[in-house]
C-alpha cells in the first residue's frame, strides 16, 4: 500500500472562508486512503485533464492556472461568465484569466473528455480556480447577472 495511496496524496479537500460551498455533497469515496476520485467541487484541487489548444497542441489543465492568478473555467457556452471574468478584472484590477473549456467549442477542446466528466456543471457553468490550484467556487449553470454572482464569490475568496 505505501505506494498506491493516490486518495491521501491527490485528494485531500477542505473548507474554509477561502472557499464558497456550491451545496453539493462530497463524492463518496469506498477507500479515501487509495481511490483518487477527480472532482471540480469547491475546496477540492484542480483535476488534470489534458486538453487541446487550437493549434492541436496537448496542453494540461492544471498548467493553464498561472502564478499568483485566478483562473475561471467555462463551459463551452459560458462565455458570460468569461466576460464577466474580464470585466471585473478590468475594473478591480484583479490577476484574473478566463477561458472557455469544451469538447468541440471553447478556447480549448477536451477530447477525452477528462474534464467534462470532472468539472460538476452545465455548458453554461464555470468554477473559480485560486493560484493553489484548488476549486474556489463553482457555478453549475448560467445566472442572469454573472458579473454579480462573479463579484459576490470573489469577495468571498478574497475576504473583501
Not at 463551459?75 to 478591480?92: L, N, P, T
Request: charged share 25%.
Amino acid at each position: 500500500m505505501e505506494f498506491n495511496e493516490l486518495g491521501v496524496e491527490f485528494g485531500y479537500t477542505y473548507d474554509s472562508a477561502a472557499v464558497v460551498p456550491d451545496g453539493t455533497p462530497a463524492p463518496e469515496n469506498p477507500d479515501p486512503v487509495r481511490v483518487y476520485q477527480p472532482a471540480a467541487r469547491p475546496g477540492h484541487p484542480l483535476p488534470h485533464a489534458w486538453l487541446e489548444d487550437l493549434d492541436g497542441r496537448r496542453v494540461a489543465l492544471t498548467r493553464l492556472v498561472r502564478p499568483g492568478r485566478l483562473l475561471l473555467i467555462a463551459g463551452e457556452d459560458g462565455q458570460a461568465w468569461c466576460e464577466a471574468a474580464e470585466k471585473i478584472a478590468a475594473e478591480c484590477g484583479l490577476p484574473l484569466d478566463a477561458i472557455r473549456v469544451g469538447h468541440v467549442d471553447g478556447d480549448y477542446r477536451d477530447l477525452r473528455s477528462t474534464w467534462t466528466a470532472a468539472r460538476g456543471h452545465t455548458p453554461q457553468g464555470a468554477v473559480l480556480v485560486r493560484p493553489d490550484r484548488f476549486i474556489g467556487w463553482r457555478a453549475h449553470g448560467a445566472a442572469t447577472d454573472p458579473v454579480a454572482e462573479l463579484t459576490t464569490a470573489l469577495d468571498a475568496l478574497l475576504a473583501r
